[in-house]
């Protein structure tokens, strides 16, 4: 009587499915391999077991550099809704909609959020967050409720996200940084200085000098890993850093750091992207929370 049930072509492997899922939602082996807690050449492997058993290629092009092929691309939607949904399934009957899973980038956890969450903590004491690291170019994360970064205007459309701060950028220096530079001007000092740059965020001088219409005529980079050690290393009188007022505004408020140019708004904006799902009262409460906070911040200063 079981005879059907078995019939056409056995499905693949589900931990080869994830890593295929993983692999082509975050583009890259080395990325998949963290969230799902495994070598980036397990992920590796399965991906290839899958195609074996698929008679299909799923990616192709140079190791380094590899995209989806038609095949993999159609594959990609519908096992990204699945995973979500069984994600968001367990997650609900585990926590019964108390527990908030919450990834978000470094940078913006270590300087904006987590210094606020004992505010959202009184308010809802009855929510468990839960905090877990977005890597630096992903919008989503597997079984995330909400996942907070820096967003341009664009993707706040098409990801459906809620806006929490809007962004503007300038560059920051330390008063200890102007006087050994130049004495009193910040402005030649900034243009000066060594240039602190964030290997997250690679174009930010870039980008600043493309709204200012201003170059830096610094002859060294100070390379660093997250914007927030940027904005730590511009504390410590290390450089100048050109940093999102989200990061730099607290320092900026208190006199730590000058900001002699101003920031320009460039339309993004710390954003709340949905997670899978229909959203939870604690994913309600929460978004609500983020934009409560967003609208505390003082407003940047205007470019000069």
């Given at each position: 009587?079981?005879?059907?049930?078995?019939?056409?072509?056995?499905?693949?492997?589900?931990?080869?499915?994830?890593?295929?899922?993983?692999?082509?939602?975050?583009?890259?082996?080395?990325?998949?391999?963290?969230?799902?807690?495994?070598?980036?050449?397990?992920?590796?492997?399965?991906?290839?077991?899958?195609?074996?058993?698929?008679?299909?290629?799923?990616?192709?092009?140079?190791?380094?550099?590899l995209?989806?092929?038609r095949?993999?691309?159609?594959?990609?939607?519908?096992?990204?809704?699945?995973?979500?949904?069984?994600?968001a399934?367990?997650?609900?009957?585990?926590?019964e909609g108390?527990?908030?899973h919450?990834?978000v980038?470094?940078?913006?956890?270590?300087?904006?959020?987590?210094?606020?969450?004992?505010?959202f903590?009184?308010?809802?004491?009855?929510i468990?967050?839960?905090?877990?690291?977005?890597?630096?170019?992903a919008?989503?994360?597997?079984?995330?409720?909400?996942?907070?970064?820096?967003?341009?205007?664009?993707?706040?459309e098409?990801l459906?996200?809620?806006r929490?701060?809007?962004?503007?950028v300038?560059?920051?220096?330390?008063?200890?940084?102007?006087?050994?530079?130049?004495g009193?001007?910040?402005?030649?000092?900034?243009?000066?200085?060594?240039?602190?740059?964030?290997?997250?965020?690679?174009s930010?001088?870039?980008?600043?000098?493309?709204?200012?219409?201003?170059?830096?005529?610094?002859?060294?980079?100070?390379?660093?890993?997250?914007?927030?050690?940027a904005l730590?290393?511009?504390?410590?009188?290390?450089?100048?850093?050109?940093?999102p007022?989200?990061?730099?505004?607290?320092?900026?408020?208190d006199?730590r750091?000058?900001?002699?140019?101003?920031?320009?708004?460039?339309?993004?904006?710390?954003?709340?992207?949905?997670?899978?799902?229909?959203a939870s009262r604690?994913?309600?409460?929460?978004v609500?929370?983020?934009?409560?906070?967003?609208?505390?911040?003082p407003?940047?200063?205007?470019?000069n």
């Amino acid at each position: 009587m079981f005879e059907n049930l078995t019939s056409g072509a056995a499905l693949p492997s589900l931990n080869a499915l994830r890593a295929f899922e993983a692999m082509a939602r975050t583009g890259s082996a080395t990325l998949a391999g963290a969230e799902l807690n495994v070598t980036h050449s397990a992920v590796s492997r399965q991906v290839k077991a899958l195609e074996a058993q698929m008679g299909v290629r799923l990616f192709e092009g140079p190791r380094h550099a590899l995209t989806l092929t038609r095949a993999g691309r159609d594959l990609l939607p519908g096992l990204t809704a699945a995973f979500d949904g069984l994600a968001a399934a367990v997650a609900r009957a585990r926590s019964e909609g108390q527990d908030l899973h919450v990834a978000v980038n470094a940078s913006l956890s270590v300087k904006w959020l987590i210094p606020r969450l004992a505010d959202f903590g009184r308010l809802h004491p009855e929510i468990r967050v839960h905090l877990v690291e977005l890597a630096p170019h992903a919008v989503s994360r597997r079984g995330a409720d909400v996942v907070l970064r820096l967003l341009d205007p664009d993707r706040i459309e098409t990801l459906h996200a809620e806006r929490i701060i809007p962004n503007a950028v300038g560059p920051v220096i330390a008063p200890s940084l102007v006087g050994a530079l130049t004495g009193n001007d910040p402005r030649a000092a900034v243009l000066n200085a060594p240039r602190l740059v964030a290997r997250t965020h690679l174009s930010g001088w870039k980008d600043w000098s493309a709204f200012s219409g201003r170059q830096s005529v610094a002859a060294s980079e100070r390379p660093v890993a997250h914007l927030h050690f940027a904005l730590d290393a511009a504390l410590a009188g290390w450089g100048a850093a050109v940093l999102p007022w989200a990061l730099a505004a607290e320092a900026v408020a208190d006199g730590r750091l000058l900001a002699p140019f101003g920031f320009h708004a460039d339309g993004g904006a710390v954003a709340a992207i949905p997670g899978a799902g229909e959203a939870s009262r604690a994913r309600r409460a929460f978004v609500r929370w983020l934009v409560d906070q967003g609208r505390a911040m003082p407003a940047a200063p205007i470019p000069n």
